[in-house]
DNA sequence: GTGGTGACGTTGAAATCTGAATAGAAAGGG
DNA sequence: CCCTTTCTATTCAGATTTCAACGTCACCAC
């Protein structure tokens, strides 16, 4: 029946949107300005930096980039020619391979970081009160969760 | 001097920047799944059906859009190509030219308004409550002035 | 073990996106 | 008027992303 949003979550829908797409864009274009890495780069070079043995299966590392299996390969085979990371198969499972952070990685991830990170505090972070964080850091664990849930049930048959 | 986030703002940002990705991707699908359109699509049929005429300018679409000038273009020749919008030279303004809405716009955008918004609203409207909404509708209307504003003055080379 | 089934990544072709360069037209002096 | 500058949108080449089809291997039942 309710097949539309009242008009105060249609604000709030529009405001996140164009908000999002918009602090997206300009953090990409901070980090292209003060270092050689883009968005996907950064947070491959993050993930990788604090997995243990600083590598990651490429499932893994798909799964938290919410990044399609081909698009991650290409993604690791551009960082693989910029020396930032390297891949190896899996010893376990011969069908896997893995990604694993070279010391040219973790170096540019060094450089890049306080350079994003201001990026992040001046075009967002600093702005927010701590009731702010708050409620966001609420909602969005919440609706990552979620999220998560449901396509971890959409992709298990256990239909009905 | 402080080039790092606190832990609790680390958190926030990064259940941001996660679930946001993902919310994204999914309404994708969603669209994909019960209509025709894409995301950006169907977030160009919204405007042209709200603006005067039916019809904008290209710059006044993509400044909305958050689309580069060029992938703009390449996103009307696509839609017009499937009959979605039509592309007019501007009268005013002969440099200028604009999208127009085509009936089978309208339709397409009227079929597939009720399925987005239900993907809307399962996914993340329903499970904000009236406080978490009026919350982020803050931040982000005043983050998406920010932004428009920080764009605006560093397109305007009245630098200093 | 043997065959079927599914999981893990990769590949190739086509679609899309970006950034620099460009054509066409408006705007503002001089 | 003429010239220079700026604005609008498009084009082109190249980079990225998607989608579907594969190849390889693990797993499970027989």
Known sequence: MTESLDSERMACWRAY?????????????????????TFAD???LVLLSEAPGQRLRMGELAGRLV?????LTYQISSMQKRGLVARQSCPEDRRGSEAVLTAAGLLALREAAPHHLRSVRTHLMDDLDDAEVACLTRV??????RLRADRDASSTPADK
């Open 67 to 71: 990044f399609s299996p081909s698009r």
């Open 17 to 37: 949107i164009e908000s999002s797409q918009r602090l997206f864009t300009q953090l990409e274009d901070d980090l292209r300005t003060d270092s050689e890495l």
């Open 42 to 44: 950064y947070h491959v």
């Open 140 to 145: 969005f664990e919440r609706l990552g969760r």
